[in-house]
């Protein structure tokens, strides 16, 4: 069993047996975490290179952290410090980088598609990290990883996405995911934030969240991305946490056994309460700590591709 | 993969039986105690036989030694050469190893980077005080300076042949059988 492109571009073209190998992958890299040495020489001497236009915490310390426990030498290269802020393009920023000879490129960039351009041009395996509000595969897996631990499945769960839905490459990325793998998943969101196009997705829509949480095996809220919004949206953030943020009352509506997830960062009080994010049934954390795990197994599976052809 | 052109049987149910039963009484002979002692399998087939032995063992003392289960993948000095990363699975400890005497159990001894890539793995989960090697099948052509504790088997082999094991619990059958791999396949 393999992975049949040596780039992971996104959720999209992938097949349930990918995920599948990817996610049981991770299983064996959890514990490396775990333990008192937390580092295996499995990538020794290969360089990976973190191009992060786009500010990230989250998931730039993940990725660092994954690469390092298998060894790898990491580069960090963000838009703020690096010629990029002084006007150099994709392209040439991406050749430059290409001189080093890095193994990986782990790219999150606000432009769609900038790492299936990447890996039509640069000869290293490209890593989509978030491209705009396209695709975000890592934050996919490990929320998927996260959902069959707790869930010991995903087929003919009942996921419930709450939030801005048309700035979220997170809900893009899931909805491929967990409809592949034989879940039913839900979004829900105001009018102004949830596009039609989800529709020919395979998930089901609904403006009324409690509609969405009826029944939920597993209820995901998603961040209000006011630095993506140049409109009203809506009309105040108070009335959007009326309206549409997750709270322990709402929550009543989904199963007994539901889990509360977040890819983070998080707007307390706005699209989850703070009680829940901290409660016994919040694995907002452990999303956090399974998302190195799942990027180790990544990271592992895309080093052992050995062909060399330029996905177009 | 083409099915092997000529294939002997070297070992059968009862055979393996047998040795494992000798292996078992060999391991106390050297330690003297159970205590302390913990068995590892390196993954696959090390370890339905360590679990054999810690059966076998509890059969003749009363108490079991503890068993787990190393994979030994992320270890191994042939990553970037190999074509397709093995599929990782999971390495199960679920005890201290620090000061313990830990029998590693694989079933064939070969070139010893299996038994290098190990002893790696090992090292990372802890500082065991004696680290002894079982094996069911020593068929030389060692590459590194590495020699069993234990050996079920010494069998004669030539670099091309595949030596297979199989075991009850992964592949129905106990049996061990040397086959000649076909021209231009290693």
């Given amino acids: ?312 | 993969m083409s099915p092997p052109e000529k294939s002997i049987r070297v070992m059968d149910a009862d055979y393996i039986t047998r040795t494992l039963n000798r292996i078992a009484y060999e391991i106390l002979e050297k330690n003297r105690t159970l205590k302390d002692l913990a068995l590892v399998g390196i993954r696959s087939r090390g370890v339905p036989l360590a679990r054999r032995l810690a059966e076998k063992l509890k059969e003749i003392t009363g108490t079991v030694p503890p068993v787990g289960e190393l994979d030994i993948n992320l270890y191994r000095d042939d990553l970037s050469r190999i074509a397709y990363h093995p599929v990782l699975k999971t390495t199960e400890i679920p005890f201290d190893i620090d000061d313990k005497v830990v029998v590693l159990v694989d079933d064939v001894l070969f070139t010893g980077r299996t038994i290098r890539s190990a002893l790696n793995a090992l090292m990372d989960l802890g500082r065991p005080s004696w680290v002894q090697l079982g094996v069911l099948v020593d068929r030389g052509h060692r590459e590194l300076p590495v020699r069993a504790d234990y050996i079920g088997k010494n069998v004669a082999t030539s670099k091309s042949q595949d030596v297979i094991v199989h075991l009850a619990e992964l592949d129905k059958v106990d049996e061990v059988v040397i086959a000649d791999t076909p021209e231009g396949v290693s």
Avoid: W
Wanted: hydrophobic letters at 40%; proline letters at 4%.
């Fill in chain 1, 1 to 312: 069993m393999k992975l049949s492109s040596r780039h992971l571009l996104g959720i999209d073209g992938m097949t349930a047996e990918e995920v599948a190998l990817i996610l049981d992958t991770a299983e064996g890299f959890v514990q490396i975490s775990a333990r008192e040495i937390k580092k295996v020489p499995t990538l020794r001497g290969k360089t990976v290179v973190n191009f992060f236009v786009e500010p990230s915490t989250r998931t730039r310390s993940s990725f660092e952290l994954a690469e390092k426990r298998l060894s790898a030498d990491a580069l960090n290269f963000s838009a703020s410090t690096s010629s990029f802020s002084k006007g150099e393009s994709l392209l040439d920023t991406a050749k430059n980088l290409e001189a080093m000879s890095p193994d990986f490129i782990i790219i999150r960039h606000s432009e769609p598609g900038s790492p299936h351009f990447l890996a039509r041009h640069v000869d290293a395996t490209i890593v989509n990290a978030g491209d705009g509000a396209h695709e975000h595969p890592t934050q996919a897996l490990l929320d998927a990883f996260t959902i069959r631990k707790h869930k010991g499945r995903l087929e003919g769960l009942r996921v419930a996405i709450v939030g801005d839905i048309n700035h979220s490459r997170v809900v893009r990325s899931n909805v491929l995911l967990l409809t592949l793998m034989g879940a039913h998943v839900v979004v829900c969101g105001p009018p102004t934030l949830l596009p039609r196009e989800f529709d020919a997705m395979g998930c089901s829509m609904t403006y009324k969240v409690d509609e969405a949480l009826e029944g939920a095996d597993v209820v995901m809220a998603l961040r209000v991305q006011h630095e993506r919004m140049n409109a009203g949206y809506f009309p105040t953030t108070r009335e959007y946490a009326r309206q549409f943020g997750v709270n322990g009352t709402r929550l009543k509506l989904a199963k007994d056994d539901a889990i509360v997830m977040h890819p983070g960062p998080m707007n307390r009080g706005v699209e989850i309460s703070g009680d829940l994010a901290d409660g016994a049934r919040s694995v907002i954390l452990e999303q956090v700590a399974n998302g190195v795990a799942v990027r180790m197994a990544v990271l592992y599976l895309l080093a052992g591709e050995p062909a060399r052809e330029t996905t177009s």
